[in-house]
């Protein structure tokens, strides 16, 4: 199908996590960008069948692409409270052509493959084996659409990698993605502000489970924690990029 950029205005402007990773699909759907010919269709129509969302959560970036472009999806996360919540979410809109599985992604098999395989904000033992879990599941012609946190800085603190785990500089990221002989054809790395909602919204839930239990004094240290680990490292060295990657 094609679809006419958005049908509803500003679905892909949303707050947070989901606004920065859904600013790269824009960027990338909006001018048919690809290394294939499709840009002969016409400016602003791209042709968009399926995708899955990996760790989907709730779906909620499904939800938004059916709402700007009409796809097909399928969404797998681990956890059934996510699922439960994201399917009476779509139940509510009247949403149909997207799918929630609660599954382990490591264990989910399936015969399909999409032209669009997403993951955001998860890494499966480094972005490299990121990159051949998302191959699995995409058409030979596809796209991967990666959401991840890199460091702004060559060498990142050891402290911001103790928290974080991997955090690579884009020069490293693009090196891997060249390795695994695909290319990045669109990108879109968040504003401060952009960063700050999502950094701001994740420290809300902390705070009210420590409402919750104030005696916790393990989850209050983790909120201290939470705040300095931002303000030390985290802001002054980490940002989050969203990059499509497509093989010739």
């Known amino acids: 199908m094609y679809a006419q950029t958005a049908k509803k205005p500003n ?17 990338c759907t909006r001018g048919c960008a690809s290394l294939r010919g499709r840009n002969s269709a016409p400016l602003c129509c791209i042709k968009l069948d399926t995708a899955t969302d990996l ?36 139940a509510e809109n009247a949403i149909s052509g997207i799918t ?10 399936t015969d399909e493959k999409f032209d669009y395989v997403c993951l955001s904000g998860e ?35 050891k402290e911001l990698i103790e928290f974080e785990g991997e955090t690579l500089p884009l020069i490293e990221i693009n090196r891997i993605i060249r390795s695994k002989d ?31 239990s104030p005696e916790n004094q393990s989850l209050r240290e983790w909120c201290d924690k939470w705040y300095d680990m931002y303000f030390n490292y985290r802001r002054p060295y980490e940002g989050y990029v ?7």
């Not at 989907?56 to 059934?80: N, P, Q, T």
């Not at 929630?100 to 098999?109: G, N, P, R, S, V």
């Not at 480094?126 to 012609?141: A, D, H, R, S």
Request: charged share 25%; proline share 3%.
């Open 123 to 157: 890494d499966f033992g480094g972005f490299q084996n990121t990159i051949e879990l998302l191959e699995k599941y995409v058409k030979p012609n596809g796209k991967l659409i990666i959401g991840t946190r890199y460091s702004k800085v060559e060498v990142p603190p």
């Open 11 to 27: 679905p892909l402007l949303r707050n947070g996590a989901y606004g920065i990773v859904m600013k790269g699909v824009h960027f």
């Open 55 to 90: 760790c989907c959560g709730y779906g909620e970036m499904l939800k938004i692409w059916h709402e700007a472009f009409d796809i097909r999806g399928l969404g797998v996360d681990i956890c059934s409270e996510f699922i439960e919540v994201g399917k009476k979410r779509i």
């Open 242 to 248: 969203t990059v499509v990657i497509e093989k010739l």
């Open 182 to 212: 695909y290319y990045i054809t669109s990108m879109a790395a968040d504003t401060q502000a952009e960063w700050e909602r999502y950094i701001m919204w994740s420290a809300k839930r902390h705070l009210n489970d420590l409402r919750k």
């Open 100 to 109: 929630l599985i609660e599954a382990d992604i490591f264990k989910w098999q």
